[in-house]
């Protein structure tokens, strides 16, 4: 599956130029980044603990990510489950995509405005009249 989506991911107008930037054009950098690849989503679906790394971070690094990307990156990747897994395997795959691709796009795109100086912000309510 690694393969097939990210051959597509590669030679995608919008998204594979934005890869290429990034991991580079070379077959052998293509090599690399799917074996790494593999052990992210082995991780993920099967516990295997193949991966290490911060992929947040990884992503932070891309300039030309927009947060439309994300649902492009999620159709491609629906297709090629489907043509690879049973339903329910290729649910699960999707579920866990939807899951990884909405946790960048908040990190990325979503953040909440800072707090500012001084402002604990504990949640409690202040003590009204009287005594702390």
């Known amino acids: 599956m690694v ?7 590669r030679r995608d107008p919008l998204l ?22 593999a052990d992210f989503w082995s991780s993920l679906m099967l516990r295997s603990g193949r991966y290490r790394g911060d992929p947040f971070s990884i992503h932070q690094r891309l300039p030309d990510l927009e947060p439309a990307m994300f649902d492009h990156w999620l159709a491609l990747f629906a297709e090629a489950c489907a043509e690879v897994f049973e339903p329910d395997t290729a649910d699960a795959f999707r579920e866990r995509a ?5 946790s960048l ?3 990325l795109f979503e953040r909440l405005p800072a707090r500012p100086a001084g402002r604990q912000g504990s949640g409690a ?3 009204q009249g009287g005594r702390a």
């Open 98 to 102: 939807e899951r990884v691709a909405r």
């Open 16 to 37: 594979g130029p934005v890869f290429a930037r990034a991991i580079g054009s070379a077959d052998a950098d293509w090599a690399r980044h799917l074996a790494r690849l």
């Open 3 to 9: 393969d097939l989506f990210y051959g597509r991911v």
């Open 105 to 107: 796009r908040m990190g």
């Open 125 to 127: 309510a202040p003590a």
